[in-house]
């Protein structure tokens, strides 16, 4: 592969818009479309774009490592939330003279809350095979015996 079709490739996994694709990897606008649905067909260009899929697909998507660390974090409560909260204050003219509450918006930090960690927490039981549902079977099941010896009458 040349260095536009390299450059293809990695434009083409952006947007999987072909004719954008070539258009920014240096080909012409007037052949855009035609020249992006021909490097598509060829093998080495799909090769390429499957290669690239997986080595994003790798970086982007978490491992069950990652999960559960994450879980982990948010059940510790060490995680933090973001609250918007009404602060209301007293507002005040030059003179000190009172004109009434003002109320503005603003963004409180706070740990993870108690129901994001129980709900962690309940996760990381069922990864780890802490909880399992019991069963209470009832019934009767009825015992068969079989005599599947024979008798020896051979004695005399």
């Known amino acids: 592969m040349n ?3 390299r450059r293809f490739v990695s ?3 952006i ?13 012409s606008e007037k052949t855009a479309y035609s020249i992006g649905q021909r490097l598509l067909k060829k093998v080495e260009i799909k090769e390429a774009i499957d290669t690239e899929y997986e080595s994003i697909r790798d970086k982007n998507i978490l491992k069950a490592r990652d ?28 003179n000190g003279n009172y004109l009434g509450i003002e109320k503005s918006p603003e963004i409180v930090r706070l740990p993870t809350q108690n129901k994001d960690a129980i709900k962690a927490l309940e996760l990381l ?13 009832e019934g009767s ?7 599947d010896l024979e008798d020896d009458d051979d004695d005399d």
Request: with cysteine.
């Open 3 to 5: 260095d536009r079709q």
């Open 11 to 13: 434009e083409y996994c």
């Open 15 to 27: 947007d999987q818009n072909a004719t954008q694709a070539a258009i920014r990897a240096g080909y």
């Open 67 to 94: 999960i559960e660390e994450m879980l982990s974090r948010h059940a510790k409560r060490e995680e933090e939330d973001y609250q918007v909260v009404i602060v209301e204050k007293p507002h005040y003219d030059d």
């Open 125 to 137: 039981g069922k990864r780890y095979s802490l909880w399992t549902d019991k069963v209470n079977v």
């Open 141 to 147: 099941i009825p015992v068969v015996i079989k005599d």
